[in-house]
Each structure stands twice: as structure tokens, then as C-alpha cells.
């Protein structure tokens, strides 16, 4: 069974500091992809970052980096220079072979000023 | 980026009936939709896949008789929540992936479907 585990259902960062949102996934699949989203509180499902579970280096978009830890099968999310604005849920997210997009529980993210 | 679309945004109905929802890609040929349901402060649960003219695969544990997902077209998604009941409320999402404009690696979500059922 696929499975996306994020530990922590709520965190907290001061304005302009980094924050790690933590990741781990379970699959047999050797082709898979992992994604971050951001869902405000309108709803909307905002695509983050990717990274290819054959991508040998770590993939960067802007303020966001994910640590992607093969061997420990973990994805986490660094945010850096955290704004007002990126306070929301964070989802981690595996795409399988067959294209089935499976989401963790996420993490709802509170920046303080 | 790519951009999908869901109609309604907000609906509410009577327990009984029927509601449809669309999901459409504004500006790409989507080969590959997928339907969520998410419950509050809860997690997106994929319900089923469908593949462009072809019948939806449906995760296990979704009554197909009561989703009815139609893709007719590279364009156009469909989802049918049949004699709705309150326990059928929750947040329904679109997404979609394809041709065109969209990244392979991406799918683009809609912005959701809130169903409340009375």
C-alpha cells in the first residue's frame, strides 16, 4: 500500500525565518514523483515543487526547497524567508506509475510577525 | 500556468437529488482528470481517474453508482453525486493533466466544488 506521512498537523514560524515541513512516503514503485501544495483558505490547491524519485539533485523553486532523502524515503519542505502570506495547509503528495496523485494529511503553517 | 475551472463553486441541495459538477481545462487538452474529496481541516482523497473517453477507475471504497464521473471530452469533466445525502457534503475537487501547456509533471487543480447537502 502507498502511504504519505506528514507528522506534524500544525506548526509555527516567525516572519522572515526558515521552517522545514517534514515528509516521508512509502512505496514499492520505483518511478514515483513527489509534490508539495499549498491550499490556502479559499481552497484552491497551489502547486509548490517537484522533485522525480530519479532526480539526483534536490529540487529548488523560488523560497522553496524540498530535502529529498531517498534512502529514508522522506520529502520535506524548507521554506525560507517566511512571509504573512504562506501562512496555509501544506499537503505532500506522491504520483505513482499509474498517475494516482496520493496527499498526506498536511501541516497547517501559521507565520507569525 | 494552466488553469482549470469548476462549476459550481458553492452548491447547496436538497437530500434526494441529484447535483453535477464540471471541471474544465481553459487553456490545454486533458487527457488524464482526477476527482478529490476532501473533508474539513481533513486530507484529499482521491476518488477516481478518468482517462478521455474511457470509463473512470474508481479507488476502492467509492460507489460508482453514486459518483458518476463522465470525460466526453480532452476539455470537460463531469461529476455526478447521485440522490445526494448530508453525509455526501464535504469539498469537491478537480484535477487535470495533458497536453498542451501543463507541465507533465504537474496536474492542475480546480478551485473546488463546496456541497452541503439539507
Known amino acids: 500500500a502507498q502511504k504519505i506521512t506528514q507528522t506534524q498537523p500544525g506548526m509555527f514560524v516567525q516572519e522572515k525565518e526558515a521552517v522545514t515541513l517534514d515528509c516521508t512516503y512509502d512505496?514499492?514503485?520505483?518511478?514515483?514523483?513527489l509534490f508539495w501544495y499549498k491550499q490556502p483558505s479559499s481552497g484552491e490547491m497551489i502547486f509548490l515543487i517537484y522533485?522525480?524519485?530519479?532526480?539526483?539533485q534536490n529540487a529548488t523553486e523560488g523560497r522553496y526547497s524540498l530535502n529529498f532523502q531517498k534512502a529514508r524515503k522522506s520529502a520535506n519542505l524548507v521554506i525560507s524567508a517566511s512571509q504573512l502570506g504562506d501562512s496555509a495547509m501544506y499537503f505532500c503528495?506522491?504520483?505513482?506509475?499509474?498517475?494516482?496523485?496520493?496527499f498526506g494529511t498536511g501541516t497547517s503553517l501559521t507565520v507569525i510577525p | 500556468g494552466a488553469v482549470v475551472s469548476q462549476h459550481p463553486s458553492r452548491v447547496i441541495c436538497k437530500s434526494g437529488t441529484s447535483v453535477k459538477i464540471e471541471c474544465r481545462s481553459l487553456d490545454f487538452q486533458a487527457t488524464t482528470m482526477f476527482w478529490y474529496r476532501q473533508f474539513p481541516k481533513q486530507s484529499l482523497m482521491l476518488m477516481a481517474t478518468s482517462n478521455e473517453g474511457s470509463k473512470a477507475t474508481y479507488e476502492q471504497g467509492v460507489e460508482k453508482d453514486k459518483f458518476l464521473i463522465n470525460h466526453a471530452s480532452l476539455t470537460l469533466s463531469t461529476l455526478t453525486v447521485t440522490s445526494a445525502h448530508p453525509e455526501d457534503s464535504s469539498f469537491y475537487i478537480c484535477s487535470a493533466r495533458g497536453l498542451g501547456r501543463s507541465s507533465y509533471n504537474e496536474q492542475f487543480f480546480g478551485p473546488g466544488t463546496r456541497l452541503t447537502v439539507l
Open positions: 522533485q522525480g524519485s530519479y532526480d539526483q
Open positions: 512505496t514499492s514503485d520505483p518511478s514515483y514523483g
Open positions: 503528495a506522491m504520483r505513482l506509475t499509474g498517475n494516482q496523485f496520493y
